[in-house]
């Protein structure tokens, strides 16, 4: 179908949110988002990592070459550490101001998820489509994390939309240039995959379609060019500044060979991402059935297209090396979007399914999903998390949904469906309520490096989402060691703080000539010592 038709017969119109419904769904994601944001430390390796770049280059004002300890760290692009500077200029140099970035990000991606599901499905379907974005857990909390995926998925999924919307013959000729623009963010946000993953979703469509003059619509000369002006520079700038460093370092290590490989330890199996995908997006997960068995992708380009746009990045970082369950995240939108139809369908009681893929079936995947995630107390339980029962109210809050939804959605879809929007919003408050605690406890070094006071820590075989936390928590004075001569020539000058694991803190009790006393412990028996000369 040429870009300038209408779309195809049997196909909704092209719909418009309404202002105060798309701000009340806008200002719900930000409640959610930000609702208790900064009680969570910065947890794993990356989180304060990554704050930390951007705390240098915010106090140093640089703009081109991100650092850590002073020196080059070429791994990620700089649109992140950009904007967690600004946010530092506002509230200080906070956990919360280094996860606005993402709220912001997280923000755009149900918006733009809304307005396209309005222009392919209708003003109600979109609404829909943006809540389930809104609502999926693993939306949000990629949408409270200081990291790039977000920023990385909600950039791309504003290009794939306004391309698709402009193919399908929806948007006017501004849509192709925008979208490019949004790809020069997406690529300064994570890098080549922000051009790559629509480019190879878009090509893909033309390829099924056979339509191939529509390349021609989408690759715009006014479009490359705003690309270029918007990614260009930066990568000029960095070349110039760092050369074959930053080819060696970002290009080939932190692109190529973490998907060619499991060099940076993030493998997993081929379904990786399956469990992923149904758990990150409870409760609707159960929705997905009716969802795809109604799309028709032989009849409808638009339904080809969002299928498309679903199926290459699930494909693509399931054959990748490296998997986490970030990098599914592009995946969420277009689901949304097949989602947001079957539950506007529902509510209308149009919703009609082939081979008993309806409601039903979909309130019996909800309710075993509701049950599996109900052994999660259980299970920090037998990991020996004191504070599991703090996840009870979680797990029971899901349970009551899932036989709600399943008891309810013959005789009343609408009230199912409202059930789900209150389970699904219910569930993130509760979670943002339970989780504080037991990730400060078992996934952040926060507390050890409170106890250091600001002098500077040596880290010895320490577990590494431990001693990281001391480059935003201890102003970057944490120094990896190699073993105990390096400890005892420090020592030599005085008493040194050292963050070990328990097998490095036995032999530093052990060891002649120092004397080893425990200041406190952490995650996974880490434990932070002081070490002087005897």
Same mark, same amino acid.
């Given at each position: 179908?040429? %870009?300038?038709?209408?779309?195809?017969?049997?196909?909704?119109?092209?719909?418009?949110?309404?202002?105060?419904?798309?701000?009340?769904?806008?200002?719900?994601?930000?409640?959610?988002?930000?609702?208790?944001?900064?009680?969570?430390?910065?947890?794993?390796?990356?989180?304060?990592?990554?704050?930390?770049?951007?705390?240098?280059?915010?106090?140093?004002?640089?703009?081109?070459?991100?650092?850590?300890?002073?020196?080059?760290?070429?791994?990620?692009?700089?649109?992140?550490?950009?904007?967690?500077?600004?946010?530092?200029?506002?509230?200080?140099?906070?956990?919360?101001?280094?996860?606005?970035?993402?709220?912001?990000?997280?923000?755009?991606?149900?918006?733009?998820?809304?307005?396209?599901?309005?222009?392919?499905?209708?003003?109600?379907?979109?609404?829909?489509?943006?809540?389930?974005?809104?609502?999926?857990?693993?939306?949000?909390?990629?949408?409270?994390?200081?990291?790039?995926?977000?920023?990385?998925?909600?950039?791309?999924?504003?290009?794939?939309?306004?391309?698709?919307?402009?193919?399908?013959?929806?948007?006017?000729?501004?849509?192709?240039?925008?979208?490019?623009?949004?790809?020069?963010?997406?690529?300064?946000?994570?890098?080549?995959?922000?051009? @790559?993953?629509?480019?190879? @979703?878009?090509?893909?469509?033309?390829?099924?379609?056979?339509?191939?003059?529509?390349?021609?619509?989408?690759?715009?000369?006014?479009?490359?060019?705003?690309?270029?002006?918007?990614?260009?520079?930066?990568?000029?700038?960095?070349?110039?500044?760092?050369?074959?460093?930053?080819?060696?370092?970002?290009?080939?290590?932190?692109?190529?060979?973490?998907?060619?490989?499991?060099?940076?330890?993030?493998?997993?199996?081929?379904?990786?991402?399956?469990?992923?995908?149904?758990?990150?997006?409870?409760?609707?997960?159960?929705?997905?059935?009716?969802?795809?068995?109604?799309?028709? %992708?032989?009849?409808?380009?638009?339904?080809?297209?969002?299928?498309?746009?679903?199926?290459?990045?699930?494909?693509?970082?399931? @054959?990748?090396?490296?998997?986490?369950?970030?990098?599914?995240?592009?995946?969420?939108?277009?689901?949304?979007?097949?989602?947001?139809?079957?539950?506007?369908?529902?509510?209308?009681?149009?919703?009609?399914?082939?081979?008993?893929?309806?409601?039903?079936?979909?309130?019996?995947?909800?309710?075993?999903?509701?049950?599996?995630?109900?052994?999660?107390?259980?299970?920090?339980?037998?990991?020996?998390? %004191?504070?599991?029962?703090?996840?009870?109210?979680?797990?029971?809050?899901?349970?009551?949904?899932?036989?709600?939804?399943?008891?309810?959605?013959?005789?009343?879809?609408?009230?199912?469906?409202?059930?789900?929007?209150?389970?699904?919003?219910?569930?993130?408050?509760?979670?943002?309520?339970?989780?504080?605690?037991?990730?400060?406890?078992?996934?952040?070094?926060?507390?050890?490096?409170?106890?250091?006071?600001?002098?500077?820590?040596?880290?010895?075989?320490?577990?590494?989402?431990?001693?990281?936390?001391?480059?935003?928590?201890?102003?970057?004075?944490?120094?990896?060691?190699?073993?105990?001569?390096?400890?005892?020539?420090?020592?030599?000058?005085?008493?040194?703080?050292?963050?070990?694991?328990?097998?490095?803190?036995?032999?530093?009790?052990?060891?002649?000539?120092?004397?080893?006393?425990?200041?406190?412990?952490?995650?996974?028996?880490?434990?932070?010592?002081?070490?002087?000369?005897?």
């Amino acid at each position: 179908m040429p %870009p300038n038709e209408p779309p195809e017969a049997g196909y909704p119109a092209p719909g418009t949110l309404r202002p105060a419904a798309t701000a009340l769904l806008l200002a719900l994601t930000a409640a959610l988002l930000l609702f208790r944001l900064g009680r969570v430390p910065l947890i794993g390796p990356d989180e304060p990592r990554y704050a930390r770049v951007a705390v240098e280059m915010h106090r140093s004002g640089a703009r081109v070459t991100p650092t850590l300890q002073g020196r080059p760290w070429l791994e990620k692009p700089p649109l992140y550490y950009w904007l967690a500077g600004a946010a530092f200029s506002l509230l200080g140099e906070t956990e919360t101001a280094a996860r606005l970035p993402s709220v912001a990000a997280a923000l755009l991606l149900v918006g733009a998820t809304a307005l396209c599901g309005a222009r392919l499905h209708g003003g109600g379907a979109g609404l829909h489509a943006g809540f389930v974005a809104a609502t999926a857990p693993l939306a949000f909390i990629y949408g409270r994390a200081a990291a790039m995926d977000m920023l990385l998925a909600a950039t791309v999924t504003a290009a794939v939309g306004l391309i698709a919307l402009r193919l399908l013959g929806i948007a006017g000729r501004l849509a192709v240039p925008a979208a490019w623009l949004f790809m020069a963010l997406a690529t300064l946000a994570k890098g080549p995959l922000g051009f @790559i993953l629509p480019g190879l @979703i878009v090509a893909g469509y033309i390829a099924a379609t056979r339509e191939w003059r529509q390349a021609r619509t989408v690759l715009s000369p006014a479009g490359i060019g705003l690309f270029l002006l918007g990614a260009g520079p930066w990568h000029a700038l960095i070349w110039h500044d760092q050369g074959r460093a930053f080819v060696d370092v970002f290009l080939l290590n932190h692109n190529l060979q973490r998907f060619t490989s499991t060099i940076h330890r993030h493998g997993g199996p081929i379904l990786y991402y399956v469990p992923v995908l149904l758990l990150g997006l409870f409760p609707w997960s159960g929705l997905l059935l009716p969802a795809f068995a109604k799309a028709r %992708p032989r009849r409808s380009r638009a339904d080809l297209f969002v299928l498309l746009w679903a199926a290459v990045p699930f494909v693509l970082f399931s @054959i990748a090396g490296s998997k986490l369950p970030g990098y599914v995240l592009p995946c969420l939108p277009p689901l949304a979007l097949l989602v947001g139809r079957a539950a506007h369908e529902m509510v209308r009681r149009e919703l009609r399914s082939p081979f008993g893929a309806g409601p039903r079936a979909a309130a019996v995947v909800t309710l075993l999903l509701a049950c599996v995630l109900a052994g999660a107390p259980l299970v920090l339980r037998r990991l020996g998390e %004191p504070d599991w029962r703090l996840l009870v109210p979680v797990s029971l809050w899901g349970l009551l949904v899932g036989v709600g939804f399943r008891l309810r959605v013959e005789r009343d879809p609408a009230g199912a469906l409202g059930l789900l929007r209150v389970g699904a919003a219910g569930t993130l408050v509760l979670l943002t309520l339970a989780a504080p605690p037991i990730l400060a406890r078992r996934e952040s070094g926060r507390s050890l490096f409170a106890r250091a006071a600001g002098r500077e820590v040596l880290a010895w075989g320490a577990w590494r989402t431990a001693w990281m936390a001391g480059y935003f928590y201890n102003d970057g004075k944490v120094r990896e060691v190699a073993g105990e001569e390096e400890i005892a020539a420090a020592a030599a000058a005085g008493p040194v703080l050292v963050l070990c694991g328990p097998g490095e803190r036995r032999r530093l009790e052990a060891a002649p000539g120092l004397s080893a006393a425990l200041v406190a412990e952490g995650p996974r028996s880490s434990a932070l010592l002081r070490v002087r000369r005897r």
